[in-house]
């Protein structure tokens, strides 16, 4: 590691970033030396711009992958390098508005019995029946499930804040299931070493070969349960800001975009069309 990236890490450590943060900065970081071959040091704000047009025109990264490389940028130059720029440098991207991809409840089923391990089952039913992400169901100990109360503690979720998520009856006797097969000791998800829990990328693999093996034809990642977990609550006339917890949102806008992509609540509005003509009901 170059006395610059373990500044820069330093740097992130002392502000408590996320340690997925800190390795995304420094991805982006080592792609920008290695585009340039030299320091990033020596690099001035037109080499960056150039820079970030390539992973936009020829990598073709997404918006949100080039704006992460933004940010990391700004991180270096401003906060480890302490060089100032201009207040509109390296702008972002317009990320487009997409809504999140939703599975209903029969595909939903499908899908977990095509799941072919209880250990990846447990796990995604986890994503789907509590609302997590994969970092926050990979990273859950055994101390975490209070099944006396129906909760799971979700510790240090995104923005480094801990709540609590649901324990549904049916997600703890899977639960209990896998901990008889796993005698697990302190992660609830174990990797291939005890000491280390479960990896992400590998249970992004098992949750798209059960999305194929399933039939289903829709873009299927762990982040689909959480997103199909709020719009299915949604649809049960579950308030916005109970979901909103749940989730462990900040924003309400964030979570609103659920009312979006709910088809119970798109098919059980009454268009005014219908309402023409009728008269209006006597106050009494």
């Avoid at 409840?105 to 029946?129: N, S």
């Avoid at 992660?187 to 070493?193: D, E, K, V």
Wanted: charged share 25%; with cysteine.
């Amino acid at each position: 590691m170059t006395p610059l990236r373990r500044r820069m890490s330093e740097d992130m450590q002392l502000r408590n970033f996320a340690p997925e943060t800190q390795r995304n900065y420094i991805y982006h970081v080592k792609g920008l030396a290695e585009f340039y071959q030299t320091s990033p040091e020596h690099l001035d704000l037109e080499d960056i711009r150039e820079y970030q047009l390539h992973l936009l025109n020829e990598k073709h990264h997404s918006a949100p992958a080039v704006n992460q490389f933004v940010s990391a940028a700004r991180f270096l130059y401003q906060v480890t390098l302490d060089i100032t720029w201009p207040e509109k440098a390296l702008p972002r991207v317009r990320v487009s508005h997409q809504l999140p991809v939703v599975l209903s409840p029969a595909e939903v089923d499908a899908f977990f019995r095509h799941v072919g391990t209880l250990r990846y089952r447990a796990a995604l039913m986890t994503a789907y029946g509590a609302g997590l992400r994969v970092s926050e169901v990979v990273r859950l100990k055994i101390s975490d499930i209070d099944s006396a109360r129906g909760l799971l503690r979700v510790e240090q979720g995104k923005g480094k804040k801990d709540r609590y998520a649901m324990l549904s009856p049916r997600l703890l006797k899977v639960m209990r299931a896998w901990w008889k097969v796993e005698q697990s000791k302190h992660w609830l998800f174990p990797g291939r070493r005890p000491e280390k829990h479960m990896d992400p990328a590998m249970l992004q693999l098992v949750c798209r070969q059960a999305a194929d093996l399933a039939g289903i034809a829709k873009r299927v990642r762990v982040h689909t349960l959480r997103h199909s977990f709020a719009t299915h609550l949604l649809d049960q006339s579950v308030d916005l800001r109970v979901i909103q917890e749940l989730l462990g949102h900040t924003c309400i806008d964030t979570t609103a975009r659920y009312a979006q992509v709910s088809p119970r609540l798109v098919s059980v509005t009454k268009s005014p069309l219908d309402q023409l003509g009728r008269k209006p009901r006597k106050k009494r």
